[in-house]
């Protein structure tokens, strides 16, 4: 079965770049949309974007201006940017499948793959 | 933003007990709704898509109703391992939000 995994470093400064990857091991990365999704400590989930296999993305516009997602179908991975990084951004950051099925004459869009995730501090 | 409110916060519930949580949406997302589940330490797990879909694997005492604004999670009879916290997700239409999420604990 599918399995994702991330990675990436675990503590970033402030101001700086955090780049983290996620391997699709398991199961091709075409024909399937990706996402980013964060939970900071104590807080709830929050979606951070999406990249289709080809390459068109989407973001939440609260972060939109600092985030960047890519996709490489060579490695089989995707990856995320969050530059200006601020101690808001200290998270466990997870990888997911963002999957869909036809029904009802729609298409409906889930989340049916997670990584385990990685806890991102933004400390000097 | 469409707003996701999930009822209760937190709810304290026993072995065998039937629960629901409820999700209402600022606005329709007809039924563009779906439930995780997440455990402390572990990655979230995919329980109901559409509303009302469950996920393969998931056990039948999971189950989703609602469209429009109003939906609700129910736990026919609980087990050991339910006790989690819950989120709803709206997919109508980006950014694809969560609810606040409802810890269901041990009574």
């Known amino acids: 079965q599918v399995q994702l995994q991330e990675s990436g470093p675990g503590l970033v400064k402030p101001s700086e770049t955090l780049s983290l990857a996620c391997t699709v091991s398991?199961?091709?990365?075409?024909?399937?949309?990706w996402s980013w999704i964060r939970q900071p400590p104590g807080k709830g989930l929050e979606w951070i974007g999406y990249?289709?296999?080809?390459?068109?993305?989407n973001c939440n516009p609260s972060l939109k201006s600092r985030v960047t997602i890519s996709v490489d179908r060579t490695k089989n991975q995707f990856s995320l940017k969050l530059n200006s990084m601020t101690a808001a951004d200290t998270a466990v950051y997870f990888c997911?499948?963002?999957?869909?099925?036809?029904?009802?004459?729609?298409?409906?869009?889930?989340?049916?793959?997670w990584g385990k995730g990685t806890a991102v501090t933004v400390s000097s | 933003d469409i707003q996701m409110t999930q009822s209760p916060s937190s709810l304290s519930a026993s072995v065998g007990d039937r629960v629901t949580i409820t999700c209402r949406a600022s606005?329709?997302?007809?039924?563009?709704l779906n439930w995780y589940q997440h455990k402390p330490g572990k990655a979230p797990d995919l329980l109901i898509y559409a509303a009302s879909s469950l996920q393969s694997g998931v056990p039948s005492r999971f189950s989703g109703s609602g469209s429009g604004t109003d939906f609700t999670l129910t736990i026919s009879s609980l087990q050991p391992e339910d006790f989690a916290t819950y989120y709803c997700?709206?997919?109508?239409?980006?950014?694809?939000?969560f609810g606040q999420g409802t810890k269901l604990e041990i009574k």
């Open positions: 997911t499948r963002f999957a869909r099925s036809y029904g009802s004459g729609s298409y409906y869009y889930y989340l049916d793959v």
């Open positions: 990249i289709s296999y080809s390459g068109t993305s």
């Open positions: 997700q709206q997919s109508d239409s980006s950014p694809y939000t």
């Open positions: 606005q329709s997302i007809r039924t563009y």
């Open positions: 398991g199961g091709s990365i075409s024909n399937y949309y």
